[in-house]
């Protein structure tokens, strides 16, 4: 399994940013398995962005992006996106993505949002916001 980040750099407050997954070693529209984007800055532990279970027709969002951020996923590519909307300075952070197989049901957001329930990372992508 392979999940390569892209998408950071620098980014204005009140501006957009979206990022890229691509995963290698899961067909995102056939296997079963759970996602997550995730997002840390130094010495804080990994918050969690965004999830979802391919077993379930629902999205996570973390408290601190809900309606501002958008994931969408492009099965030809095998590709996740992460859209991020009126970004604020304290979005800013290296983003990571996520993976894990199996089927997952009825978690909830708390779970699906924690990094232990997921086992291949990405190397991660950073995003810098200026003011």
């Known amino acids: 399994v392979q999940l390569v980040e892209s998408g950071g750099g620098s980014v204005q407050v009140g501006g957009s940013l979206t990022l890229s997954c691509e995963v290698s070693g899961f067909a995102l529209d056939e296997d079963n398995y759970i996602f997550a984007w995730f997002r840390q800055v130094p010495e804080k532990e990994r918050e969690g962005v965004s999830a979802?279970?391919?077993?379930?027709?629902?999205?996570y969002y973390g408290a601190s992006v809900k309606g501002r951020v958008s994931v969408s996923r492009d099965d030809a590519k095998n590709i996740v996106y992460l859209q991020l909307n009126s970004v604020k300075q304290e979005d800013a952070a290296t983003y990571y993505c996520a993976i894990n197989g199996g089927i997952h049901i009825g978690i909830g957001s708390r779970a699906m949002l924690r990094p232990e329930r997921y086992r291949a990372w990405g190397q991660g992508t950073r995003v810098t916001v200026s003011s």
């Open positions: 979802f279970s391919s077993s379930e027709n629902r999205i």
